[in-house]
């Protein structure tokens, strides 16, 4: 059984049953709609599975509005108290460059350079890992970790 995006379980051919709109299911298992796909749904697309009825196409567009609103009160609502109560983190963010990068661009092959990339930003992530931290963003040779502990790497 499919989830939808707030990880409730949804079966699609029970929402269309609910929304009387059942006739449609062959065309949505046929085609692999799923509660994944069911937020990218256009009306063109319900037009080309062969939901014609522009009332037809509104009534399940809104109805996959309304999915989308649930999903985003129900993670805008925390569920019990220990949610509501703000937590203070340590943060530590830094940013690393491979120095020389730019001369090595010039004297080595594109294929050789990215493979030397990689093996940095494999060194970079492993040693920011055993501080529990992680990588946030890769920048050609600069990566950017970030740790909920004190990264003492010496830079």
């Known amino acids: 059984m499919a989830t939808n995006w ?3 379980p949804i079966e699609i051919a029970q929402w269309l049953r609910e929304l009387g ?3 449609y299911a062959d065309a949505f298992r046929d085609n692999a709609i799923d509660a994944k796909i069911l937020p990218t749904l256009t009306a063109d697309d319900l ?3 062969g939901v014609t009825l ?3 196409r509104r009534r399940l567009l809104n109805a996959i509005a309304e999915l989308a609103a649930e999903a985003s009160r129900a993670i805008a609502t925390p569920e019990s108290p220990e949610e509501k109560t703000p937590e203070r983190r340590q943060l530590t963010v ?3 460059d491979l120095v020389g990068s730019t001369a090595l ?3 080595l092959d594109p294929e050789d350079l990215r493979a030397l990339f ?3 930003h494999l060194a970079v992530r492993e040693a920011v890992a055993t501080f529990d931290g992680f990588v946030a963003k890769y920048m050609g040779d600069g990566v950017n970790p970030q740790s909920a502990l004190t990264l003492a790497l010496g830079v």
Do not use: K, P, V
């Open 6 to 8: 707030s990880g409730t």
């Open 21 to 23: 709109l059942e006739q």
């Open 47 to 49: 037009r080309d599975i």
């Open 54 to 56: 522009i009332g037809h």
């Open 94 to 96: 830094m940013f690393c």
């Open 105 to 107: 661009s010039t004297q």
């Open 118 to 120: 990689g093996a940095y």
